[in-house]
Protein backbone atom coordinates (compact mmCIF):
# COMPACT_ATOMS: atom_id res chain seq x y z
CA UNK A 1 0.00 0.00 0.00
CA UNK A 2 1.15 3.32 -0.72
CA UNK A 3 2.03 6.22 1.48
CA UNK A 4 1.30 9.78 0.74
CA UNK A 5 3.83 12.65 2.11
CA UNK A 6 0.99 15.39 1.42
CA UNK A 7 -2.60 15.64 1.76
CA UNK A 8 -5.60 17.54 0.32
CA UNK A 9 -8.67 17.23 2.07
CA UNK A 10 -12.24 18.46 0.87
CA UNK A 11 -13.09 20.59 3.99
CA UNK A 12 -17.31 19.91 4.80
CA UNK A 13 -18.39 16.17 5.31
CA UNK A 14 -14.72 15.16 5.59
CA UNK A 15 -13.05 17.07 8.39
CA UNK A 16 -15.83 19.07 9.38
CA UNK A 17 -19.99 18.48 9.96
CA UNK A 18 -21.16 21.68 9.34
CA UNK A 19 -25.08 20.82 7.99
CA UNK A 20 -26.39 22.38 10.89
CA UNK A 21 -24.72 25.79 10.20
CA UNK A 22 -25.59 25.64 6.76
CA UNK A 23 -29.21 24.63 6.97
CA UNK A 24 -29.57 27.65 9.75
CA UNK A 25 -28.09 30.22 6.88
CA UNK A 26 -30.36 28.67 3.93
CA UNK A 27 -33.61 28.59 6.47
CA UNK A 28 -33.02 32.05 7.56
CA UNK A 29 -32.76 33.74 4.12
CA UNK A 30 -35.86 31.11 3.20
CA UNK A 31 -37.87 32.07 6.17
CA UNK A 32 -37.08 36.07 5.74
CA UNK A 33 -38.61 35.67 1.45
CA UNK A 34 -41.34 33.31 2.66
CA UNK A 35 -39.60 30.34 1.06
CA UNK A 36 -40.12 26.98 2.02
CA UNK A 37 -37.52 25.89 4.98
CA UNK A 38 -35.59 22.39 4.85
CA UNK A 39 -34.66 19.59 7.01
CA UNK A 40 -31.00 18.43 7.47
CA UNK A 41 -31.54 15.61 5.16
CA UNK A 42 -32.44 17.79 2.26
CA UNK A 43 -29.37 20.29 3.12
CA UNK A 44 -27.12 16.98 2.99
CA UNK A 45 -28.29 16.53 -0.87
CA UNK A 46 -27.83 19.71 -1.73
CA UNK A 47 -24.26 20.81 -0.39
CA UNK A 48 -21.39 19.62 -2.37
CA UNK A 49 -20.63 22.47 -5.20
CA UNK A 50 -20.27 25.67 -2.93
CA UNK A 51 -22.38 28.06 -1.35
CA UNK A 52 -23.41 29.85 -4.63
CA UNK A 53 -25.19 26.48 -6.07
CA UNK A 54 -26.70 25.38 -2.24
CA UNK A 55 -28.57 28.84 -1.74
CA UNK A 56 -29.79 27.85 -5.76
CA UNK A 57 -31.28 24.76 -5.48
CA UNK A 58 -32.61 26.16 -1.94
CA UNK A 59 -34.86 29.09 -3.88
CA UNK A 60 -37.61 28.42 -5.89
CA UNK A 61 -36.46 30.32 -8.73
CA UNK A 62 -32.76 29.40 -8.39
CA UNK A 63 -30.70 31.79 -9.70
CA UNK A 64 -33.25 33.22 -11.82
CA UNK A 65 -34.71 34.93 -8.98
CA UNK A 66 -34.58 38.95 -9.73
CA UNK A 67 -33.45 39.27 -5.85
CA UNK A 68 -30.94 36.05 -5.73
CA UNK A 69 -28.00 38.12 -5.46
CA UNK A 70 -29.55 39.97 -2.37
CA UNK A 71 -30.59 36.68 -0.97
CA UNK A 72 -27.05 35.47 -1.28
CA UNK A 73 -25.41 38.05 0.40
CA UNK A 74 -27.52 37.82 3.24
CA UNK A 75 -27.08 33.90 3.27
CA UNK A 76 -22.85 34.84 3.33
CA UNK A 77 -23.25 37.24 6.27
CA UNK A 78 -25.48 35.22 8.19
CA UNK A 79 -23.41 31.98 7.60
CA UNK A 80 -20.01 33.87 8.45
CA UNK A 81 -21.69 35.34 11.97
CA UNK A 82 -22.82 31.76 12.69
CA UNK A 83 -20.46 29.32 10.84
CA UNK A 84 -18.79 28.00 13.88
CA UNK A 85 -22.28 27.87 16.51
CA UNK A 86 -23.06 23.87 15.54
CA UNK A 87 -20.02 22.70 13.48
CA UNK A 88 -17.73 20.30 14.89
CA UNK A 89 -14.75 18.32 13.48
CA UNK A 90 -15.93 14.67 13.11
CA UNK A 91 -14.73 11.99 15.41
CA UNK A 92 -11.03 11.43 15.19
CA UNK A 93 -10.11 13.99 12.86
CA UNK A 94 -8.04 15.87 15.44
CA UNK A 95 -5.97 12.80 16.37
CA UNK A 96 -5.49 12.44 12.34
CA UNK A 97 -3.75 15.29 12.03
CA UNK A 98 -2.04 15.25 14.84
CA UNK A 99 -0.46 11.95 14.21
CA UNK A 100 0.24 13.13 10.14
CA UNK A 101 1.35 16.39 11.18
CA UNK A 102 4.29 14.48 13.51
CA UNK A 103 5.42 11.94 10.44
CA UNK A 104 6.20 15.25 8.27
CA UNK A 105 2.80 15.32 6.42
CA UNK A 106 1.81 18.32 4.85
CA UNK A 107 -1.46 19.00 3.86
CA UNK A 108 -3.68 21.80 2.78
CA UNK A 109 -8.15 22.30 2.83
CA UNK A 110 -9.59 22.88 -1.04
CA UNK A 111 -13.17 23.86 -0.30
CA UNK A 112 -16.26 25.00 -2.95
CA UNK A 113 -17.25 27.59 0.15
CA UNK A 114 -16.41 30.76 -0.19
CA UNK A 115 -12.06 32.03 0.34
CA UNK A 116 -12.67 34.00 3.83
CA UNK A 117 -15.01 31.09 5.38
CA UNK A 118 -12.63 28.33 4.72
CA UNK A 119 -9.50 30.41 6.02
CA UNK A 120 -11.58 31.09 9.06
CA UNK A 121 -12.69 27.22 9.68
CA UNK A 122 -9.18 26.11 9.21
CA UNK A 123 -7.76 28.69 11.62
CA UNK A 124 -10.79 28.09 14.53
CA UNK A 125 -10.49 25.06 14.28
CA UNK A 126 -7.22 22.92 13.30
CA UNK A 127 -4.96 26.36 13.43
CA UNK A 128 -1.15 24.81 12.33
CA UNK A 129 -2.10 21.02 12.12
CA UNK A 130 -3.31 21.99 8.37
CA UNK A 131 -0.18 24.24 6.95
CA UNK A 132 -2.91 26.16 4.41
CA UNK A 133 -6.95 26.20 3.22
CA UNK A 134 -8.29 27.54 -0.62
CA UNK A 135 -11.61 28.29 -0.87
CA UNK A 136 -13.62 30.04 -3.98
CA UNK A 137 -12.70 33.52 -5.21
CA UNK A 138 -13.72 35.93 -7.69
CA UNK A 139 -13.46 34.40 -11.37
CA UNK A 140 -12.23 30.83 -9.87
CA UNK A 141 -13.89 27.47 -10.99
CA UNK A 142 -15.44 25.77 -8.29
CA UNK A 143 -14.48 21.78 -7.85
CA UNK A 144 -14.55 19.40 -9.41
CA UNK A 145 -12.38 21.82 -11.64
CA UNK A 146 -8.55 21.37 -10.03
CA UNK A 147 -7.93 25.17 -9.79
CA UNK A 148 -8.14 25.35 -5.90
CA UNK A 149 -6.10 21.99 -5.63
CA UNK A 150 -2.78 23.01 -7.82
CA UNK A 151 -3.04 26.51 -5.63
CA UNK A 152 -2.96 24.03 -2.64
CA UNK A 153 -0.29 21.94 -4.21
CA UNK A 154 1.87 25.00 -4.77
CA UNK A 155 1.67 26.46 -1.69
CA UNK A 156 3.05 23.06 0.19
CA UNK A 157 5.26 22.12 -2.06
CA UNK A 158 3.56 18.71 -3.18
CA UNK A 159 4.66 16.00 -5.75
CA UNK A 160 1.11 14.78 -7.60
CA UNK A 161 2.87 11.35 -7.47
CA UNK A 162 3.41 11.87 -3.27
CA UNK A 163 0.13 13.39 -3.22
CA UNK A 164 -3.38 12.02 -1.81
CA UNK A 165 -6.93 14.05 -2.50
CA UNK A 166 -9.40 13.12 0.45
CA UNK A 167 -13.01 14.05 -0.16
CA UNK A 168 -16.22 12.78 1.21
CA UNK A 169 -18.36 12.97 -2.40
CA UNK A 170 -18.67 12.58 -6.10
CA UNK A 171 -17.54 15.85 -6.53
CA UNK A 172 -14.26 15.19 -4.75
CA UNK A 173 -13.81 11.59 -6.32
CA UNK A 174 -14.14 13.75 -9.71
CA UNK A 175 -11.90 16.98 -8.58
CA UNK A 176 -9.31 14.46 -7.21
CA UNK A 177 -9.59 13.15 -11.17
CA UNK A 178 -9.26 16.23 -12.89
CA UNK A 179 -6.03 16.76 -10.87
CA UNK A 180 -4.57 13.60 -11.50
CA UNK A 181 -4.15 12.80 -8.05
CA UNK A 182 -5.21 9.19 -5.79
CA UNK A 183 -8.63 9.59 -4.00
CA UNK A 184 -9.65 8.60 -0.69
CA UNK A 185 -13.05 8.46 -0.05
CA UNK A 186 -14.59 8.33 3.33
CA UNK A 187 -18.02 7.40 4.45
CA UNK A 188 -18.80 9.40 7.18
CA UNK A 189 -19.85 11.89 4.81
CA UNK A 190 -22.51 13.74 3.31
CA UNK A 191 -22.65 10.79 0.88
CA UNK A 192 -23.91 7.33 0.45
CA UNK A 193 -21.48 4.44 1.17
CA UNK A 194 -23.59 2.94 -2.74
CA UNK A 195 -22.86 6.56 -4.33
CA UNK A 196 -19.30 6.47 -3.27
CA UNK A 197 -18.43 2.71 -3.63
CA UNK A 198 -19.52 3.63 -7.94
CA UNK A 199 -16.76 6.58 -7.82
CA UNK A 200 -13.15 5.77 -8.56
CA UNK A 201 -10.97 5.43 -5.78
CA UNK A 202 -7.82 4.42 -4.39
CA UNK A 203 -9.66 3.33 -0.64
CA UNK A 204 -12.74 3.51 0.72
CA UNK A 205 -12.48 4.31 4.67
CA UNK A 206 -15.13 4.04 7.43
CA UNK A 207 -12.90 6.02 10.32
CA UNK A 208 -9.72 7.84 10.67
CA UNK A 209 -7.82 4.68 11.75
CA UNK A 210 -8.28 3.32 8.27
CA UNK A 211 -7.39 7.20 6.72
CA UNK A 212 -4.45 7.04 9.39
CA UNK A 213 -2.41 3.80 7.53
CA UNK A 214 -2.06 6.01 4.06
CA UNK A 215 0.44 8.22 5.55
Partial sequence: MQTYKYAIFDMDGTLLNSLLDLRSAVNFVCEKYGHKIFSVEEIRKMVGNGNRKLMSRALPDGENDPLFEEK????????????????????GIEDLLQKIRSSGVKSA???????????????????????????VKPGMNVKPAPDAVYQAMDSIGAKSSETVYIGDS?????????????????????????????????????????LEKFF
Wanted: charged share 30%.
Fill in 72 to 91: FDLFKKYYMEHCKDQTAPYD
Fill in 170 to 210: DVDAETAKNAGLDCILVTWGFRSRELLEQKQHIALVDNTSE
Fill in 109 to 135: IVSNKYDAAVREMKESYFGDLIDDAFG
